[in-house]
């Protein structure tokens, strides 16, 4: 019995320790997973990459970086379930890795639950240094310290970094969306009714296409905790749903892009939470900022993007 009992002690200490390892920090080997519905956009290559694609796992989350071709992931509604409506998704990582499980393929799968076919795009990013030890260096490289919310709010950072060439990732989402409106009658999706929404960097792609791009036609958008800078919005933007936590680093005691929005008569849901830090996707444990999904199901519901249009 005490044999018994000691094999559970230490299966218990190895399961704490795996449990433990896979939630911290720290940034661990990935071996690239199989994405077998992953289609090629088609859109070329990363000049002056020197590394292939890999891939990490951080706070238990897998994430890729040098990322040089770019794919459309698509997520379907069960038969019978899908209401047309579409959504493509944009995971964040400062342009320089994407965040696939938490701001991706879990978003992806939610949105498929309540009948909405989502798309994940995995857009080309910045390069990386090769080996992962060069990586995690540069990842954990001394940083300026967060401005105090009274100089912030002065500051009008812009929504999307202006100093950085988005030219393969813009290109990366209009293909996206091109692919998207050729497949609309084979994959039940109403061209009239796709969105796009991206978390931190993601949701600044997600803005600049909506601010630059001329063939993306967005039913609507939802930038989640992304950049809060002024923008000139373009005649006729889509509704907006913005989400950000007052403890995010971004928030900076800004609301420039609501004030945007709303000046330029354009529909647009604010939520600011309490808690939820940066970074949290669908949620983590008790965060104000846990409810945002719910609250994005709702506004899409009210605002009837969830049912047909009657043809005139």
């Keep these: 019995m005490l044999k018994i009992d000691k094999i559970l002690i230490v299966l218990m200490v ?4 795996l449990n433990t390892m896979a939630q911290d920090g720290t940034i661990y080997p990935l071996e690239a997973p199989k994405e077998p519905n992953a289609i090629p956009l088609g859109t070329g290559s990363v000049k002056d990459q020197p590394a292939p694609e890999t891939w990490f796992r951080q706070w238990g989350d897998p994430m890729a970086r040098n990322i040089s071709k770019a794919t459309l992931t698509p997520f379907f509604p069960e038969k019978g379930k899908a209401n047309g409506a579409t959504v493509i998704v944009a995971p964040g990582g400062g342009y320089r890795w994407l965040s696939m ?6 978003v992806a799968e939610a949105l498929a639950k309540k009948g909405i076919t989502a798309f994940v795009l995995k857009y080309r990013l910045f390069p990386t240094p090769e080996s992962l ?39 990366d989402a209009e293909a996206a969306y091109a ?6 009658k084979e994959w039940g999706v109403d061209p009239n009714r796709i969105g796009m929404i991206g978390f931190s960097a993601g949701a600044g792609l997600t803005m600049h296409a909506t601010l630059h791009s001329k063939t993306m036609k967005l039913a609507f958008i939802g930038p989640i905790y992304g950049g809060m800078g002024p923008v000139n919005v373009p005649e006729n933007a889509p509704p907006m ?23 330029a008569g354009r529909p647009v ?14 949620g983590n444990p008790n965060r104000t900022s846990n ?7 709702h506004w899409l519901d009210v605002n009837k993007f969830l049912i047909p249009k009657k043809e005139e």
């Design 133 to 171: 030890t060069d990586f995690t260096a540069w990842m954990n490289r001394p940083r300026p310290a967060p401005q105090k919310p009274d100089d912030a709010s002065k500051s009008n950072s812009p929504t999307t970094p202006v100093q950085m060439d988005l030219s393969n990732q813009l290109e």
């Design 241 to 263: 749903f913005n989400v950000i936590a007052s403890d995010d680093f971004l928030f900076k005691s800004q609301f420039g892009v609501i004030d945007s929005w709303f000046k």
């Design 14 to 17: 190895q399961c704490f320790a």
């Design 291 to 297: 409810r945002w999904f719910e609250a994005f199901m």
């Design 101 to 106: 499980g938490n701001e991706g393929w879990e």
């Design 179 to 184: 692919l998207i409106i050729k497949n609309a």
């Design 269 to 282: 849901e604010f939520h600011l939470y309490q808690n939820g830090g940066h970074g949290f996707g669908l």
